[in-house]
T-cell receptor, first 110, second 113 residues
Framework: EDKVVQSPLSLVVHEGDTVTLNCSYEVTNFRSLLWYKQEKKAPTFLFMLTSSGIEKKSGRLSSILDKKELFSILNITATQTGDSAVYLCAVESRDDKIIFGKGTRLHILP | DAGVIQSPRHEVTEMGQEVTLRCKPISGHNSLFWYRQTMMRGLELLIYFNNNVPIDDSGMPEDRFSAKMPNASFSTLKIQPSEPRDSAVYFC???????????FGPGTRLTVT
């Protein structure tokens, strides 16, 4: 059965810290891995990764995929209180199914 | 573009009643997904469509749940009869094609008493 496991489940850090969120997966016929940010509303798209070792970057957020070890990390540097959210990892298989992990709840203390 | 549109945004109903949730995907998007989100179980995939055709409904919890996509701009998720354990936020999401990122609607918060 396909699955996505995220760790840690929750994380509390101080503003300015750097955090690393983890996502491991088992999926038949992998196509892509996606990261989303969810505040109080719907998830919003951050990154899509399809190739190993190529970093995707957007401001203070970056992500990389390792298709051999079946995991991805999401890094956030110089965290701000506005980064507080649930971060969701999802995996798409070649039959077009997209399944999500349970998320990492990140809280940034001022 | 208006984004994915869902209605109603909130629904409170009594156990045993029929509930219909509606979704209008982004124009030009050919893939549509229905998810259910709870604190305990996270985001669960219920069913997804490509070009209006249901591809995989193995996530639909039981026969009380059904989904249709009669055309490219409209989909419904129906629960009949509803039960308290169906209480959750139901999200609809669409993408241009398989392999493109999913964009989510605002969700419908369903409470069954």
């Amino acid at each position: 059965e396909d699955k996505v496991v995220q760790s840690p489940l929750s994380l509390v850090v101080h503003e300015g810290d750097t955090v690393t969120l983890n996502c491991s997966y088992e999926v038949t016929n992998f196509r892509s891995l996606l990261w989303y940010k969810q505040e109080k509303k719907a998830p919003t798209f951050l990154f899509m990764l399809t190739s190993s070792g190529i970093e995707k970057k957007s401001g203070r957020l970056s992500s990389i995929l390792d298709k051999k070890e079946l995991f991805s990390i999401l890094n956030i540097t110089a965290t701000q209180t506005g980064d507080s959210a649930v971060y969701l990892c999802a995996v798409e298989s070649r039959d077009d199914k997209i399944i999500f992990g349970k998320g990492t709840r990140l809280h940034i203390l001022p | 573009d208006a984004g994915v549109i869902q209605s109603p945004r909130h629904e409170v109903t009594e156990m045993g009643q029929e509930v219909t949730l509606r979704c209008k995907p982004i124009s030009g998007h050919n893939s549509l997904f229905w998810y259910r989100q709870t604190m305990m179980r996270g985001l669960e995939l219920l069913i997804y469509f490509n070009n209006n055709v249901p591809i995989d409904d193995s996530g639909m919890p039981e026969d009380r749940f059904s989904a249709k996509m009669p055309n490219a701009s409209f989909s419904t998720l129906k629960i009949q009869p509803s039960e308290p354990r169906d209480s959750a936020v139901y999200f609809c999401a669409s993408s241009k094609m398989p392999g493109a990122p999913l964009l989510f609607g605002p969700g419908t918060r369903l409470t069954v008493t």
